[in-house]
């Protein structure tokens, strides 16, 4: 059985420039999470979905991230523009609903902003 | 609101034991997870306890107090592939997610 899915593994970019990440989750998980992990930091919870439905978004900067995930099995996340503070590791994780349950991690997207 | 704290850094040497510590404070308890994160990877599941006691899995064990506020990770044999990034979290009350530590950083040494 395939794992999470992230792609691209490692993105550099200008700062006001776009760009997007991509999650495919575990096949059958209906929650799937997108986390943000600074260097010798653990990650931070930005946006949680319960099949489509953005259920915990209270840590995503609106201004300039926005993630959807339309059929409740993809996920993408965005920002626009990239400032130089947002270059960090982004995490897609993937579990069954509610909590208790083991979460599973994509490899994550490398995001260096210069 | 939750409040996760663990050591930092710490260095053992291989073939010892080493046991990392993670205190938490939470409006209520809903389990307690340890993930393993090699650098540049994403973490691993290693264990989840919501009962008071030891669990054990090969060279991992787990413990949990839940009137302490308190879990420890204990690694024996150690190898040189167990210098890694150890996580401590716990989920909130309610539906919601997990809340990471900042991780305790393992180097083993020969």
């Known amino acids: 059985e395939a794992g999470v899915v992230q792609s691209p593994r490692y993105k550099i970019i200008e700062k006001k420039q776009p760009v997007a990440f991509w999650c495919n989750p575990i096949s059958g998980h209906n929650t799937l999470y997108w986390y943000r992990q600074n260097l010798g930091q653990g990650p931070e919870l930005l946006i949680r979905y319960e099949n489509e439905e953005a259920v915990d978004d209270s840590q995503l900067p609106k201004d300039r991230f926005s993630a959807e995930r339309l059929k409740g099995v993809d996920s993408t996340l965005k920002i626009q523009p990239a400032e130089l503070g947002d270059s960090a590791v982004y995490l897609c994780a993937s579990s069954s609903s509610g909590t208790g349950y083991e979460q599973y991690f994509g490899p994550g997207t490398r995001l260096t902003v210069t | 609101g939750q409040n996760i704290d663990q050591p930092t850094e710490m260095t053992a040497t291989e073939g010892a034991i080493v046991q990392i510590n993670c205190t938490y404070q939470t409006s209520g308890f809903n389990g307690l997870f340890w993930y393993q994160q090699h650098a540049g990877e994403a973490p691993t599941f290693l264990s989840y306890n919501v009962l008071d006691g030891l669990e054990e899995k090969g ?19 150690l190898q040189m592939k167990d210098s890694a990034s150890y996580l401590c979290a716990v989920p909130p009350p309610g539906n919601t997610p997990l809340v990471f530590g900042k991780g305790t950083r393992l180097s083993v040494i020969a």
């Open chain 2, 59 to 77: 060279r991992f064990s787990s413990f949990l107090s839940r009137s302490k506020g308190y879990s420890y990770l204990l690694l024996k044999e």
